[in-house]
């Protein structure tokens, strides 16, 4: 076998390892099924004390091969693949000795289907175990028994939430819903799995209210789940959260039963458009992960200079990663609310006292700069000023060691004329994040005309290492998100100018998809910010306007500068943004709305600003939001010409 083996011990257990020929991680081609299947018969028929399914790699299963997927040419074929599956989990479920899954990292899709087939788990606590169903986020549904068993196992309503939503848990949640029966540490991993075989404790029962939910409760369950996902996805657009309730709620997850049902069929989402296209952003996502693989580069130290809200951000992100970080300003009450921000990121993210502990050990205040000598990674996060930031640089070359990264959070200026002030410009790169950071998954990764290539390959591993999506880009001004989403706020302000309501502007772009509005997202980012980047980009000729609009020059005179004061184009409560009712916008309005970014999108192509035209519609999708049901907006311009 290419991708399987198996032995017994002197317990009398078999030992199943799932180890993918040429594969960094643990996917199921058919072959790899085949070779399953294969393996399960050659195990029953050796009559073992017990079976341990276990990887070789660092992670359980990534699931299904989606490759595999995309070629399928017709609805049938996927349903007979998806057959296949569903039968042969099956077998697994059925095998008349104790089963375990041993999850030693992240465990997904197919993988957590082939878990729910054993009769135990046993999960590796720690961080980089998480366990999910992604398929919700492909357009697609779990029909290897997923829909079906993932309730029995944890309840109804939990079961949906990961389901709908792709979320994924770790080890210890796992535990705590009942998903897995341990979690434990490396150390007593295997040991663990093998006693929990031997034993055979008899399985977990669903409390009396959750096996309800399964019976008489289940359309009541159904419904409340609805509406929920009703609050969040349009069905026209996000089909695939629907048909996933449908399936359980109508026909207790089997796709077989519901093949003929249209609101949940395999085929129907098959066919839909969204699904080729959240397929599509799958693998942009992909692409965009292998840009940090062209280097070596494991950095241990990162020196943060600047302690505001992207600085102290940005630190807390490195040192959330394991990453240990040296945060500069110019006092200790400057760096202070960036050291709370960051506890509160690590309680949040870690949810256990000791990594908290642990995370907060590695972020230490550092107002003499004393960092940077021995840091891997240095990165300027001061105010938009193109004198002090060449002053600082200048400092920080001289001290950097000579491997290290020199990098600007620069979000308007131009890295040459800020590498004007060293003595080797090849040694500056733009890591530019987004606000806020934590959620922000795309970082651009801006090269100069002088910087070393083999530094940029650092970079983008240093983005990676931190679990952020790198995107090259060439240094011109606003790079590629600013500059797309300059013309595009400043339109939405001169409708605002016009008297159109707010809520009408950002109702007409929600209604393309787009998760958030054009005047939300002014009043999220800051109005301040809008106007200094919208004049920013009209100095240097690339999509800004030389007037400012009326209303964002007003709100920015008041000092309404948006949800950081309370009150912007909107008033806030709470955090929360107060809206009246919007007005019916009409196709026009969108069109006209979506015109400017879309017209910049192809710009940047046409001045090759970014490589090609798939990077573009990847670093919009994950930096602006783009409609991911889209495939992004030159893919959606092309689809568009082709429809007519």
Known sequence: MKHFRWDKDREGLAWLTFDRQDASANTFSREALEELSAALDEIAAAKPSGLIIRSAKDGFIAGADIEEFTRFESAAEALEFTRFGWDLFEKL????????????????????????????????????????????????MPTWH???WLPRRIGPA??????????????????????????????????????????????????????LMLGPLRNFVASRAHKQVARRANPEHYPAPYAILELWRKYDGDPFAAADDPACSLGTLFDHPTTGNLIRVFFLQERLKSLGKAAEFAPGHVHVVGAGVMGGDIAALCALRGISVTLQDTSPERIAPALKRAAKLFERRLRDKRRVRDALDRLTPDVAGAGVAHADVVIEAIFENLEAKRELFGKLEAEAK???????????????????????????????????????????????ERTDPALAQKAAAFVRRIDKLPLPVKDSPGFLVNRVLGPYMQNAFRMLDEAIKPETIDAAMESFGMPMGPIELADTVGLDICLAAGKELAKKGAG????????LLNKVALGKLGKK????????????????????????????????????????????IVADADLIDAGLIFGTGFAPFRGGPLHYLQAKDGGR
Do not use: W
């Not at 079961?159 to 949640?173: E, F, I, P, S």
């Not at 998903?179 to 991993?189: G, H, N, S, T, Y």
């Not at 107060?578 to 069109?591: A, C, I, L, Q, T």
């Open 93 to 140: 479920s059925r095998l008349p000795f104790p089963t375990t899954a041993l999850i030693n990292g992240f465990c997904m899709g197919g993988g957590l289907e082939l878990a729910l087939a054993c009769r135990y788990r046993v999960a590796l606590d720690d961080p980089k175990t998480r366990l999910a169903f992604p398929e919700v986020m492909l357009g697609i």
């Open 146 to 148: 997923g829909v079906q």
């Open 158 to 211: 939990a079961a949906l939430d990961m389901m709908l939503t792709g979320r994924a848990v770790d080890a210890r949640r796992a535990k705590r819903m009942g998903l897995v029966d341990q979690a434990v540490p490396l150390r007593i991993l295997d040991n663990t799995a093998r006693m929990l075989t031997l034993e055979a404790p008899a399985p977990r029962r669903l409390p009396l209210v959750q096996r």
């Open 402 to 448: 000579p491997g290290a990264i020199l990098a600007s959070n620069t979000s308007s200026l131009k890295l040459a004329d800020i590498a004007s002030a060293l003595k080797d410009p090849s040694r500056l790169i733009g890591i530019h994040f987004f606000n806020p950071v934590p959620q922000m998954m795309l970082v651009e990764v801006v090269s100069g």
């Open 544 to 551: 800004g306007e030389p007037d400012a609009p009326r209303v």
């Open 565 to 608: 004061t309370g009150q912007g184009i909107y008033h806030y409560v709470d955090g929360k943004t107060v809206k009246r009712k919007p007005g019916e916008p009409s196709e026009d309005m969108v069109e006209s709305l979506i015109e400017p970014y879309l017209a910049e999108a192809q710009a940047v192509l046409a001045q090759g």
